[in-house]
């Protein structure tokens, strides 16, 4: 078994033109052959490798070429109470019950982006501490089992419901000259005819490389419509993330480009659209938008 060349973990992969890389840490990613060479280049430290195993992780089926390596790289540290935050959702994910137990898992240390297991258990701890899980042993006491607490329910339903009162949409998408058009006779009036104000973060470029005022953006917002036209980087990565807060994504794509989503998207009821029946598209993201959050109540200022 070959290791990762991202974590450097042992990982299971299907060869190809582009390999399909199986990782615990990681999850599920693509790579090219060149992209594995360079990914292995001692240069990135540890902590850049962590950054860019946790964006994997949130960021299924991603495709690494050489062309995006060190964007993937340069992914910024989420602070220790976010991570504590994603590995709370990341159990969440794995419960199916109320009171369901728990075994450790590896992939832990990919869900809330830390370097070894050291670090994850500086944030075990500390979601113990505060009564957000339960750690016990088994029967033997041979391994640690671990559960959501009473507390932890309730701070997951505090993470959710914290934009219930925003009339915020956030739009991501690709900064393209002509996607201008899309979003602004269909995009944007399909979220304000569903009661909301769009945003979109367009006043520089960023390269797919998520940054602070993105992040800001997305937790100050009610939703998320993510429309992959493009397939930029950032656009997976902003749904993922926006997701793992608990926000409600829509998923838009152009109907001749969906053949190109990431296989993981693809379960997801994706809107397509084609440019020459934009009003369509634009009634029909303002009915899903009404379908799953009901009517927004932002109005034009006049």
């Known amino acids: 078994m070959d290791a990762c060349p991202i974590c450097m973990e042992p990982m299971k992969y299907i060869r190809g033109e582009v390999h399909s890389v199986t990782c615990p840490r990681c999850g599920v990613y693509r790579i090219?052959?060149?992209?594995i060479s360079e990914a292995r280049?001692?240069?990135?430290?540890?902590?850049?490798r962590a950054n860019a195993s946790g964006w994997l992780?949130?960021?299924?089926?991603?495709?690494?070429?050489?062309?995006?390596?060190?964007?993937?790289?340069?992914?910024?540290?989420?602070?220790?109470?976010?991570?504590?935050?994603?590995?709370?959702?990341?159990?969440?994910?794995?419960?199916?019950?109320l009171g369901q137990v728990i075994k450790f898992s590896d992939s832990w240390i990919?869900?809330?982006?830390?370097?070894?297991?050291?670090e994850l258990f500086e944030i075990i701890d500390y979601l113990a501490t505060t009564f957000r899980i339960l750690v016990s042993e088994n029967g033997n006491g041979s391994e640690k089992q671990f559960k959501i607490a009473p507390a932890g329910w309730e701070h997951l339903e505090s993470l959710?419901?914290?934009?219930?009162?925003?009339?915020?949409?956030?739009?991501?998408?690709?900064?393209?000259?002509?996607?201008?058009?899309?979003?602004d006779t269909a995009i944007s009036l399909g979220v304000l005819n569903a009661g909301y104000k769009?945003?979109?973060?367009?006043?520089?470029?960023?390269?797919?490389?998520?940054?602070?005022?993105?992040?800001?953006?997305?937790?100050?917002?009610?939703f998320v419509v993510?429309?992959?036209?493009?397939?930029?980087?950032?656009?997976?990565?902003?749904?993922?993330?926006?997701?793992?807060?608990g926000l409600e994504v829509i998923w838009t794509c152009e109907k001749k480009d969906i053949k190109n989503l990431h296989f993981d998207i693809r379960q997801y009821n994706c809107i397509p659209w084609e440019n020459d029946a934009l009003n369509d598209f634009e009634k029909k993201l303002t009915f899903r938008i009404e379908s799953v959050l009901g009517q927004g109540n932002y109005r034009i200022p006049t």
């Open 32 to 35: 090219s052959d060149e992209a």
């Open 160 to 183: 959710k419901g914290t934009n219930i009162e925003s009339n915020q949409g956030f739009v991501a998408m690709w900064f393209d000259d002509r996607m201008q058009n899309v979003y």
């Open 226 to 245: 993510a429309d992959f036209t493009g397939h930029r980087g950032g656009v997976y990565y902003e749904a993922g993330f926006s997701q793992g807060i």
């Open 57 to 97: 992780a949130e960021s299924r089926g991603y495709l690494i070429l050489t062309t995006n390596l060190e964007q993937l790289y340069s992914q910024p540290t989420p602070s220790f109470h976010d991570r504590a935050d994603k590995l709370l959702f990341a159990l969440e994910r794995q419960t199916e019950h």
């Open 41 to 48: 280049n001692s240069k990135y430290d540890l902590r850049q």
């Open 198 to 222: 769009p945003h979109r973060v367009d006043q520089r470029e960023h390269n797919n490389k998520i940054d602070d005022e993105i992040i800001a953006q997305i937790r100050r917002s009610r």
């Open 110 to 118: 990919g869900s809330c982006w830390c370097m070894n297991k050291e």
